[in-house]
């Protein structure tokens, strides 16, 4: 499966923006999808993900303040970020797996498909 994330852009402290993560080349539905983000010098984050029946997580940091949901008519995974604050500000990564379980859902090591990250910036 292909995925193509979008909906990055630059914000500021308070606002909100709309992620998109759009899949091709498989069957949606069997998927669980997360978003992961990454700043400079960190290491690769669970932020929120949704699996192939529907039941969502949220990681401690966001949770509030961003949803994740999914529309299989049309093949794609959104985040609705809110509230948005400067730690925030990071390259957010799609990412797909037909076989993770839910104990290694927040594990960046269990996805094979990855999208091609989008950049969110939060000004202060």
């Known amino acids: 499966v292909q995925l193509q994330a979008s909906g990055g852009g630059l914000v500021q402290s308070g606002g909100s923006l709309r992620l998109s993560c759009a899949a091709s080349?498989?069957?949606?539905?069997?998927?669980?999808v997360s978003w992961f983000r990454q700043a400079p010098g960190k290491e690769r984050a669970f932020v929120a993900g949704v699996r192939y029946n529907g039941h969502t997580y949220t990681a401690d940091s966001v949770k509030g303040r961003f949803t994740i949901s999914r529309d299989n008519s049309k093949n794609t995974v959104y985040l609705q970020m809110n509230s948005l604050r400067p730690e925030d500000t990071a390259v957010y990564y799609c990412?797909?797996?037909?076989?993770?379980?839910?104990?290694?859902?927040?594990?960046?090591?269990?996805?094979?498909?990855w999208g091609q990250g989008t950049q969110v910036t939060v000004s202060s």
């Open positions: 080349g498989g069957t949606f539905s069997r998927y669980s």
């Open positions: 990412a797909a797996s037909s076989s993770v379980i839910l104990s290694n859902l927040q594990s960046h090591a269990a996805y094979a498909y």
